[in-house]
């Protein structure tokens, strides 16, 4: 059986068959009922349909974010939110940094202001290393450049760092408010505000600038040190090398206290290159140095005072008036020197030091005026010693000079020189030489003529080369000896040359006392070293010198141009090497 349908009135809601078309309750037509709904139902005006609302973060998620000082950020939040701008932060403004940790945007600060504070620091660092290098390379001018032009950019990043924290101070709120609204739409409700995090970003910071910034001044004191030490040019004292033996004098006038004047009669009124001292008598004494170069005819003036001291305390070059009177302005713009020929040499009148106002007399043993009325000291050289068993008992340790062979025969000199074989053992098959050097006691023949020949660059040291080469040529009667230095003359200035600086040596005597001394002052690379001594004993040529806390230095004077120091304390610095090695005569005293 069909199952019956129905359906229901709109009216009254009776339930009535499908088919009806009249409600059996009401009677009202279930057609016109219909299409009056489905009428209303087409004219019914469609709803809009609904959009997602844009997501809000919450007052409560922001407050938990900020955590502290939440009323002040609130507020300012919803200024921006209106008005699209924000107060200047002044915790911003006086912390930077620190604060910008703190609230957890210190990569901000970094990105915004940061770069160029660390930028400042990273400019002075690479300056001071580039002109440290410049100065050890003796490029002092570039050099000076480089350290003047990273200060100069360093600055200029100085003041835009400063002008950065200023703008960033005054944009904080902003940047502040997109990192919550950021941290808030991930999910990230941690509070912000920590102050380990603030102290160790600062930490780390200052860290790193402080170890730029000791870098820098490390390097930059090394620099100033090297180029300090480096100034020193020692060619000046080649001038010592020009005299001629018979020109130096070892006597000072102690007797010269005062400034000496002069008449000027029948005198040319002319200054001579040489070297000229003046001592007072006592400990102090001071040297002069008048030379020329292609500049003109100049002046150098030193000072030494108790325990051999040195100082440089003027220099220029000089500028005739007339009348025996020089003007000399001084090449380190200290002041102006005038000077005044007397009989003897030269008076400072005035000069910038103090204490300089004073006479020097001619040291090299000539007078410039009176020449027929003075009468210069020349100290005779003294005749070697020999002990019988050599002709030239030294000749392997030191330089011989024309002082040596005077006298000599070529029959001699033959022997000198062959003695300087027969010290390394070779064989001789003339008979007088083999009879001759077989009678020494030191004599041990090894090697003959032959076998001698291939080692003998090998074996001979440089002084004994170069005295082979100085007696061939005094017996062949074509002497080139130009040493001018007395025999043994231990007094006046030795150099030894580095590669990295040098050291210069002098021996003298206190006029005060008579006790000879020995001076060192030199550098070498960034350190320098000095050492001031009074001789205590001496054996031959050999010496020894102590200083006022006791340390001792040993030298060996070759009887002509050098000295070689063979053990001394080091009184110098870190890298200083210490002074032991062959210190070169420059100059007698």
Known sequence: MEEQEYKFCMQCGAKVPASSKF?????????????????VKAEAPSEPTPQPAEPESSDASLRQIISKNIAYYLKQFERIKKEGRSRINLASFFLGLIHAAYRNVWKDWMKDTGKFFIAMYAVILIGSLGCLGLFQAGNLAVGAIIIFAAFLIALILGIIYT????????????????HVEKKAAAGDFKADPSVGRAVIVTLAVSIATGI??????????LAMLSGIGGGTDYEDYEIYNDYEEDNYSS?????ITETVESSYENQDNELKNGT??????SSVYNTAIVSEDETGQRIDIESMGYGGHQQGVGGGYLNALGNGVYICFDDNDYGTMTITL????FSVVTHPAEGMETMYINLNGEYIYNESDATPVVNEPETTSNDGEYIFPDSNTRYLTDSDVAGMDKATIRLGINEIYARHGRAFETVDLNEYFSSKSWYTPMYSADEFAPMESSVFNDYEKKNIEFLAAIRDGMSDS??????DWVYGKYYMDMDAGGIELEVGYYSDTGADYIALNGSYADSAGSFDGVIVSSDGNSY??????????????????????????????MYFPGFEGTYVKTQDY
């Open 163 to 178: 002008v950065k924290q200023i703008l960033f101070s005054l944009k904080f709120n902003k940047v502040y408010y997109r």
């Open 23 to 39: 409600c059996t309750n009401c009677g009202t037509p279930f057609e016109q009922t219909e299409n009056v709904s489905a009428a």
């Open 482 to 487: 130009t040493n001018g230095f007395k025999a």
């Open 342 to 345: 007397t009989d003897g040499g």
């Open 544 to 573: 020894t010198a102590m200083d006022e806390y006791g340390n001792e230095v040993d030298f060996i004077y070759n009887g002509i141009d050098s000295i070689e120091i063979t053990n001394a304390v080091n009184t110098g610095g």
């Open 251 to 255: 006597a000072y006038d102690n007797s």
């Open 276 to 281: 000229y001292i003046y001592d007072d008598g």
């Open 212 to 221: 730029s910034f000791f870098a820098a001044v490390t390097a930059f004191s």
